[in-house]
């Protein structure tokens, strides 16, 4: 899974609890990204970041918040968990894009349950 | 509007026939056009990619994709399909600076 491991793999919680997942990859590579998986839905992208401290918005980022204090590690936080937020969370990283040609590769994701 | 759409959530096939996975995608500008495959319970693996050049891309596992401009596709093949490619399938375009994933293709080879 090309350098990215992801912390924890499952997880169960309950509803309004705060969860973070981490990410942490060994490839220095400088963007990072955050997607949820859902059936039918493909996978969808929560947050990404285009180097420590910068990050932007992905298309479902309500709910969710992030940090990158360093390049190896890409936070996801979930302020306060809700049963619509169940669901498997991919991390995955790219090297800076050159005309859009970046590849992602991804970590091996985390089940999350909120009960 | 969806950037990219995969027409069969399944599709069947004998070991040993050929394989196709659909995939039809809707950008402006010059597709940038990726597939990954999903095996249980892993994360996704990078296939190939359609950036420029030859329409015919080949990439891992005996996979190839045709690029068709015109038809806006780029649908992945394998000549010979092995009951180890039963897993699910995802094209990706590259929209806004960012991939944009179709929904997935679960594909089953029997034996």
């Known amino acids: 899974d090309a350098g990215i491991t992801q912390s924890p793999r499952h997880k169960v919680t309950e509803t309004g609890t705060p969860v973070t997942l981490r990410c942490h990859q060994t490839?220095?590579?400088?963007?990072m990204y955050w997607y949820r998986q859902d059936p039918g839905h493909g996978l969808r992208l929560i947050h990404y970041s285009y180097g420590v401290k910068d990050t932007d918005k992905g298309e479902v980022s309500d709910g969710y918040s992030v940090s990158r204090s360093k390049t190896e590690d890409f936070l996801l936080t979930l302020e306060s968990a809700t049963s619509s937020q169940t669901s498997v969370y991919f991390c995955?990283?790219?090297?800076?894009?050159?005309?859009?040609?970046?590849?992602?590769?991804f970590g091996p994701g985390t089940r999350l349950l909120v009960l | 509007a969806q950037s990219v759409a995969q027409p069969e959530d399944q599709v069947n096939v004998a070991e040993g026939n050929p394989l196709t996975v659909k995939c039809t995608y809707s950008?402006?500008?010059?597709?940038?056009l990726f597939w990954y495959v999903q095996y249980p319970n892993r994360g996704l693996q990078f296939l190939l990619k359609y950036i420029t050049g030859d329409n015919l891309v080949k990439g891992s596992y005996g996979f190839e994709a045709e690029f068709n401009k015109s038809q806006t596709s780029f649908h992945l093949k394998k000549p010979s399909a092995l009951v180890s490619d039963s897993a699910l399938y995802f094209c990706a375009v590259r929209d806004s600076g960012k991939l944009s994933f179709g929904a997935g293709t679960t594909v089953t080879v029997r034996a």
């Open positions: 995955a990283i790219s090297e800076s894009p050159s005309a859009g040609e970046e590849t992602q590769y």
């Open positions: 950008v402006s500008g010059n597709p940038y």
């Open positions: 490839e220095n590579h400088r963007y």
